[in-house]
């Protein structure tokens, strides 16, 4: 695709409830990374996957964030039994090669996730 | 731990001027900055992104400086347009592929 894309783009859940969140990245592209931005915030490293394999998941907050990338391509990041400071936006970014640095993180519109 | 500030927070501009936004950042090891614009509700849009090698990029209006020794960098907009008005956001790449963010400075451009 043109972009990188975000599904749902609004999710409301009650507390204890499981979400997941869809990410397609630009197409080719090696890199995918998963972001947190709370309200007034910068985002937040979450997790960061090299095709397939998640090479980096220090920022994920606990055990309830459990994320994927089967195939190399689109990415799931899950989260279980949901609480209140959950609340934010998720998104992802996306980039072309692999070990190299200098290539800019390309970003979705985010999923704004509420619970209640 | 590398931390990113952005000075200032908010900044409320009339149509036409130069402006400057500050970002600076506690370690210098770093791979690049990039800057970044987000429109209310929208994802970032990246803007320019500096190696650690280099001093400065353009494009258009803007023109980011880069003193990696000094730990900062300037994001420069030239005669600002009410189309400017967003939140700016700079984030170095420490040496790990992740970003780290500063919080953002919140422009309005008016007429």
């Known amino acids: 695709g043109a972009g990188v894309s975000q599904s749902p783009r609004y999710k409301v859940a009650k507390r204890g409830q499981d979400v997941a969140l869809r990410c397609d990245p630009i197409s080719g592209h090696v890199s995918l990374f998963w972001y947190q931005q709370a309200l007034g915030q910068g985002p937040e490293f979450l997790t960061y996957?090299?095709?397939?394999?998640?090479?980096?998941k220090s920022g994920l907050p606990s055990d309830r964030f459990f994320a994927e990338r089967p195939e190399g391509s689109v990415s799931t990041l899950k989260i279980q039994r949901t609480q209140q400071e959950d609340s934010a936006v998720y998104l992802c970014?996306?980039?072309?090669?692999?070990?190299?640095?200098?290539?800019?993180?390309?970003f979705g519109d985010g999923t704004r996730l509420s619970i209640l | 731990k590398q931390e990113v500030t952005q000075i200032p927070a908010a900044l409320s501009v009339p149509e036409g001027e130069n402006l400057v936004l500050n970002c600076s950042f506690t370690d210098s090891a770093i791979y690049n900055l990039q800057w970044f614009r987000q429109d209310p509700g929208k994802g970032l849009t990246s803007l320019l992104l500096?190696?650690?090698?280099?001093r400065e990029q353009t494009s258009g209006r803007l023109n980011a400086s880069l003193d990696k020794s000094s730990g900062r960098s300037t994001l420069y907009i030239a005669a600002s347009q009410p189309g400017d008005s967003a939140t700016y956001l700079c984030?170095?790449?420490?040496?790990?592929?992740?970003?780290?963010f500063g919080t953002g400075t919140r422009l309005q451009v008016f007429p």
């Open positions: 996957f090299q095709n397939e394999a998640q090479l980096d």
């Open positions: 500096i190696q650690s090698s280099q």
């Open positions: 970014a996306s980039s072309s090669k692999q070990g190299n640095l200098n290539q800019p993180q390309h």
């Open positions: 984030a170095v790449r420490p040496g790990t592929d992740k970003l780290i």
